[in-house]
T-cell receptor
Framework: SQQGEEDPQALSIQEGENATMNCSYKTSINNLQWYRQNSGRGLVHLILIRSNEREKHSGRLRVTLDTSKKSSSLLITASRAADTASYFC????????????FGQGTTLQVKP | DTAVSQTPKYLVTQMGNDKSIKCEQNLGHDTMYWYKQDSKKFLKIMFS???????INETVPNRFSPKSPDKAHLNLHINSLELGDSAVYFC????????????FGEGSWLTVV
């Protein structure tokens, strides 16, 4: 069954604005990861947050994790047109399952 | 240098045909995967191999058969293609650790007509 569900499904903002995407999941996890997919390309890993972490930063990215609510958010600050892409959360379920489970993604459009 | 490379990138074929997609990674990872992405961008794992051993085999028709000749290669063979097999197939690899950070290939766009 699908683990991650993302909200919103689509987001359109102006360059310079912040973009926030949310992800909810169902089972206990070892970590949660965010990936980016440009149109017609493969997914690229952005950032990983472990189950014992609450917040993590990487450049203009800020990820939060609330394990009590089984949710995460990805904030992209000062967005650029080049940030236009689909963003996916993926969870590594607890236990050595050997797989990531992906959500359906949020499509972000940043208008110049 | 491409880390995870898969061929072909585009494949258009008729129903009933058999086709293969090849994948190679030069990252030295122990684990390789096949994922399928449908038209709604939903990404679902199909298979995973660790050091040539099949460790994940999700509910996939047995027309799909993965083969791993060595830990750097994982090929996908599909028999008797159906219209519903049209999708993007991603090969990927990761180190065998608890974090499973995945490195994806660029995808193979399969269209069955």
């Amino acid at each position: 069954s699908q683990q991650g569900e993302e909200d919103p499904q689509a987001l359109s903002i102006q360059e310079g604005e912040n973009a926030t995407m949310n992800c909810s999941y169902k089972t206990s996890i070892n970590n949660l990861q965010w990936y980016r997919q440009n149109s017609g390309r493969g997914l690229v890993h952005l950032i990983l947050i472990r189950s014992n972490e609450r917040e993590k930063h990487s450049g203009r990215l800020r990820v939060t994790l609330d394990t009590s609510k089984k949710s995460s958010s990805l904030l992209i600050t000062a967005s650029r047109a080049a940030d236009t892409a689909s963003y996916f959360c993926a969870t590594a379920p607890s236990g050595n399952t050997g797989k990531l489970i992906f959500g359906q993604g949020t499509t972000l459009q940043v208008k110049p | 240098d491409t880390a995870v490379s898969q061929t072909p990138k585009y494949l258009v074929t008729q129903m009933g045909n058999d086709k293969s997609i090849k994948c190679e990674q030069n990252l030295g990872h122990d684990t390789m995967y096949w994922y399928k992405q449908d038209s709604k961008k939903f990404l679902k794992i199909m298979f995973s191999y660790n050091n040539k051993e099949l460790i994940i085999n999700e509910t996939v028709p047995n027309r799909f058969s993965p083969k791993s000749p060595d830990k750097a290669h994982l090929n996908l063979h599909i028999n008797s293609l159906e219209l519903g097999d049209s999708a993007v197939y991603f090969c990927a690899s990761s180190p065998w650790d608890r974090e499973y950070t995945i490195y994806f290939g660029e995808g193979s766009w399969l269209t069955v007509v």
